[in-house]
């Protein structure tokens, strides 16, 4: 009997990378509108390299980009920067498709919903207020509430603690099969890996089911719970 689904967050509710390539994309045009004399393409896959050197969530990205570009960081392209970013990723912060019916069919099901996240907790929260997704979760857990990363057992331990269910009552949406996957599996969750938000081109997910629609996820848990 499934009692309750965690969800990760980016790339399986909402299309992080998506929202990061275009916020990206617009900060370097606002660079160069600013006056700064880069070219736009060496220029993203510069800023690229930094989230993946620095991390996906890391703030200072267009800092380093100029320190790197034009050895200092100037404050008149740095809020072009910033600016153009923060207008393009409202613009573009966009669920996936079916993500809240999905949600409405679990709840009214009577299934508990959580998200775990390897997000800081105020840039997820951000996220879910903005999406309008707060109303749908129990709770949500972030790096900030467990100190440890996906697939450390911590995050799903404690969101089982949060959900009083047991691991074979839970199920596990994600879209890395290192973390969100192998980490739920490790615990005896099962799991769904969300293969539309799959950004690394994954043949083998690990996972108990692989899905291209977060609809489907809605199946799963009445056939679970039909036998």
Not at 33 to 59: F, M
Not at 98 to 121: Q, Y
Not at 160 to 177: A, Y
């Amino acid at each position: 009997m499934i009692k309750a689904v965690i969800f990760d967050l980016d790339n399986t509710l909402l299309d992080f990378m998506k929202m990061k390539e275009y916020a990206v994309k617009a900060a370097i045009a606002g660079m160069i509108e600013a006056g700064l004399d880069i070219d736009d393409e060496e220029s993203y896959k510069t800023i690229v390299s930094i989230y993946e050197e620095e991390g996906w969530e890391n703030q200072q990205i267009f800092n380093y980009f100029l320190e790197r570009t034009v050895g200092e960081v100037n404050n008149k392209y740095l809020a072009a920067a910033i600016v153009a970013y923060r207008r393009a990723r409202e613009a573009n912060l966009l669920l996936y498709p079916n993500v809240n019916h999905t949600l409405v069919e679990l709840m009214k099901a009577g299934i508990k919903l959580a998200v775990v996240s390897d997000a800081p907790s105020r840039e997820a929260w951000m996220r879910i207020y903005y999406l309008n997704l707060h109303h749908h979760f129990d709770f949500v857990l972030t790096f900030d509430d467990t100190n440890a990363r996906k697939p450390s057992p911590i995050p799903f331990q404690m969101a089982l603690k949060e959900l009083k269910t047991e691991p074979s009552e839970t199920l596990m949406v994600g879209d890395w099969p290192e973390r969100d996957v192998a980490g739920a599996n490790n615990l005896g969750i099962r799991t769904i890996f969300a293969r539309y938000g799959d950004s690394f081109g994954t043949i083998d997910s690990g996972a108990d089911w692989d899905i291209n629609d977060v609809f489907e996820i809605v199946g799963i848990v009445n056939e679970l719970n039909s036998v």
